[in-house]
């Protein structure tokens, strides 16, 4: 432990953290687009899904990501304002004039795209995990009494603030991909001339495939092709 | 051509914008003779003279530098200041000319800064220990050509401070890993590779410098074109380090 501390201390090591951590986070939006991806086969299917997410037998699992998602989410938040800080010291007085020739827009509003996401995380489990926010008026269960959650993301959705809310969200969440994907190869080290080019592409792969991906569910409901 | 030029003059703690016409500038000239001319009219004046470092003025020794218009070296890419021809610039053009901004950089005056603090991190591990003596055979210690070739272009490094000065970060961390990567791909640099990571990665810190969040923009100010491979490099020889590993090449957990 002593060890990790001290390891902490140099920015490298936070900034390992944070690549580390980012890539469990990347990991867990990928899997939970492609479970939700299965609203577009029916309600039965995505209920079931929520089911079996929800059952006695998966629940180890389940608890097992929370807790992991929840430390990882921690860790991530709390280097990336380390960091921050830091940099802020490192340059005391500002240039009057500052152009750019690589440092790319998604790189530079990293510090901004991350609190918004998290506050809509937030609102996000509240408003779909625990239902304590319901826009569309009531969290709608099964007669089984399990949370129908097939209703509750149709009706939510429903609400036009809601998706625009969700689709500037999962944009911005497509912005920190596209520059958090690349940077940690460079920050683990994981560089080499023969992948390198490789690296910038799957980075705006998956970026782009995690936004059209959940993007698709809200506009879908909005054009009236779930409901 | 004729310029209008805004010049950071600092004496002491606080600093300000000075506005001053260049008249008459041929554009052959280079950027600091151009600043040469002004001065020569400034003394005339009784005026002081802007404060800016240069030594070679060969693109070569690293002590000059300035940021022209919000990139470190001015417009061209691939070049010093003292390498930058006034043929870049346009007639009646506006120029804004400032000191590199970095607390690991402290401003003595006007353009000049301290940047001995890159020194003092080239002294905590960015070398070798050889007996001296006569020197080596060259083709004593056969080094691969590609391994050559990737440590001539970190070698290349001039220690100018463009990275500092254009990270939005402040991080010094190209002009670290440059030397990380010139020593480490040769077999000279073997012995004290793992220490000289953490070594220079820390003091770099303790110099006041930032770290590095990948922006990429040091490779594209940088005179000499090092490319920020050279830290994947670095961070990976200190993660490993800071495992342990290799603990004959100076290795060991933090
Ligand atoms: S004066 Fe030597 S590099 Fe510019």
């Given at each position: 432990?002593?060890?990790f501390?001290?390891?902490?201390?140099?920015?490298v090591?936070?900034?390992v953290?944070m690549?580390v951590?980012?890539i469990?986070?990347f990991l867990?939006?990928?899997?939970?687009?492609?479970?939700n991806?299965?609203?577009f086969?029916?309600?039965?299917?995505?209920?079931?899904?929520?089911?079996?997410?929800?059952s006695?037998s998966?629940?180890?699992?389940?608890?097992?990501?929370?807790?992991?998602?929840?430390?990882?989410?921690?860790?991530?938040?709390?280097?990336?304002i380390?960091?921050?800080?830091?940099?802020?010291n490192?340059?005391?007085?500002?240039?009057?004039?500052?152009r750019?020739?690589?440092?790319?827009?998604?790189?530079?509003?990293?510090?901004?795209?991350?609190?918004?996401?998290?506050?809509?995380?937030?609102?996000h489990?509240?408003?779909l995990?625990?239902?304590?926010?319901?826009?569309?008026?009531?969290?709608?269960?099964?007669?089984?009494g399990?949370?129908d959650a097939?209703?509750n993301?149709?009706a939510?959705?429903q609400?036009?603030?809601?998706?625009l809310?969700?689709?500037v969200?999962?944009?911005?969440?497509?912005f920190?991909?596209?520059?958090?994907l690349?940077?940690?190869?460079?920050?683990?080290?994981?560089?080499?001339?023969?992948?390198n080019?490789?690296?910038?592409g799957l980075a705006?792969?998956?970026?782009?495939?995690?936004v059209?991906?959940?993007?698709?569910?809200?506009?879908?409901?909005l054009?009236?092709?779930?409901? | 051509?004729?310029?209008?030029?805004?010049?950071?003059?600092?004496?002491?703690k606080?600093?300000k914008?000075?506005?001053y016409q260049?008249k008459?500038?041929?554009e052959?000239?280079?950027?600091?003779?151009m600043?040469?001319v002004?001065n020569?009219?400034?003394?005339?004046?009784?005026e002081?003279p802007?404060?800016?470092d240069?030594?070679?003025?060969?693109?070569?020794c690293?002590?000059?530098g300035?940021?022209i218009?919000?990139?470190?070296?001015?417009?061209?890419?691939?070049?010093?200041v003292?390498?930058?021809?006034?043929?870049?610039?346009k007639?009646?053009?506006?120029?804004?000319?400032?000191?590199w901004?970095?607390?690991?950089?402290?401003?003595?005056?006007?353009?000049?800064?301290?940047?001995?603090?890159l020194?003092?991190?080239i002294?905590?591990?960015?070398?070798?220990?050889?007996?001296?003596?006569?020197a080596?055979?060259?083709?004593?210690?056969?080094?691969?050509k590609?391994?050559?070739?990737?440590?001539?272009?970190a070698?290349?490094?001039?220690?100018?401070?463009?990275?500092?000065?254009s990270?939005?970060?402040?991080?010094?961390?190209?002009f670290?890993?440059?030397k990380i990567?010139?020593?480490?791909?040769?077999?000279?640099?073997?012995?004290?590779?793992?220490?000289?990571?953490i070594?220079?990665?820390t003091?770099?810190?303790?110099?006041?410098?930032?770290?590095c969040?990948n922006?990429?923009?040091?490779e594209?100010?940088?005179?000499k074109?090092?490319?920020i491979s050279?830290?994947?490099?670095?961070?990976?020889?200190f993660i490993?380090?800071?495992?342990?590993?290799?603990?004959?090449?100076?290795?060991?957990?933090?």
């Amino acid at each position: 432990m002593s060890w990790f501390v001290s390891y902490y201390r140099t920015t490298v090591g936070k900034k390992v953290v944070m690549a580390v951590t980012g890539i469990l986070l990347f990991l867990f939006v990928l899997g939970h687009m492609a479970g939700n991806l299965q609203i577009f086969m029916g309600k039965d299917q995505l209920n079931a899904y929520a089911a079996a997410l929800h059952s006695q037998s998966f629940a180890p699992i389940l608890w097992t990501v929370r807790v992991v998602m929840g430390l990882s989410l921690i860790l991530h938040v709390v280097a990336s304002i380390q960091l921050t800080v830091h940099s802020w010291n490192s340059r005391p007085q500002k240039y009057a004039k500052i152009r750019y020739r690589e440092a790319d827009i998604a790189a530079r509003t990293m510090i901004l795209s991350g609190p918004i996401i998290a506050f809509f995380l937030i609102y996000h489990i509240l408003q779909l995990t625990t239902g304590n926010i319901q826009p569309s008026g009531e969290f709608a269960l099964q007669a089984s009494g399990a949370p129908d959650a097939y209703t509750n993301v149709v009706a939510g959705f429903q609400v036009w603030w809601v998706s625009l809310g969700y689709i500037v969200a999962v944009i911005l969440l497509g912005f920190h991909f596209y520059h958090g994907l690349w940077s940690w190869t460079q920050t683990l080290g994981w560089d080499h001339p023969k992948w390198n080019g490789l690296r910038r592409g799957l980075a705006t792969f998956f970026c782009v495939a995690i936004v059209i991906g959940d993007i698709a569910i809200p506009l879908a409901v909005l054009a009236g092709w779930i409901k | 051509m004729n310029l209008t030029l805004n010049i950071w003059r600092q004496k002491g703690k606080i600093g300000k914008f000075v506005k001053y016409q260049a008249k008459d500038v041929s554009e052959h000239m280079s950027f600091l003779e151009m600043l040469d001319v002004l001065n020569q009219e400034l003394i005339l004046k009784g005026e002081e003279p802007v404060h800016f470092d240069h030594d070679c003025r060969e693109g070569i020794c690293g002590t000059c530098g300035m940021v022209i218009n919000g990139l470190p070296h001015g417009p061209l890419k691939g070049t010093t200041v003292c390498q930058l021809h006034m043929r870049h610039f346009k007639d009646g053009q506006e120029i804004w000319i400032e000191p590199w901004r970095s607390r690991g950089f402290p401003i003595l005056k006007d353009l000049m800064t301290d940047k001995s603090a890159l020194d003092r991190i080239i002294q905590s591990g960015g070398f070798i220990t050889v007996r001296t003596g006569q020197a080596a055979k060259a083709e004593a210690i056969p080094v691969p050509k590609s391994d050559a070739e990737l440590s001539m272009d970190a070698a290349e490094c001039i220690g100018c401070g463009a990275c500092v000065a254009s990270c939005p970060n402040g991080s010094a961390m190209l002009f670290v890993a440059a030397k990380i990567t010139h020593l480490g791909f040769l077999p000279q640099g073997q012995p004290e590779r793992m220490q000289r990571a953490i070594n220079m990665i820390t003091k770099a810190e303790e110099e006041g410098f930032g770290f590095c969040s990948n922006y990429a923009e040091c490779e594209a100010v940088c005179p000499k074109n090092i490319s920020i491979s050279t830290i994947a490099r670095a961070n990976r020889d200190f993660i490993r380090a800071s495992f342990g590993y290799g603990a004959g090449k100076g290795g060991k957990a933090l």
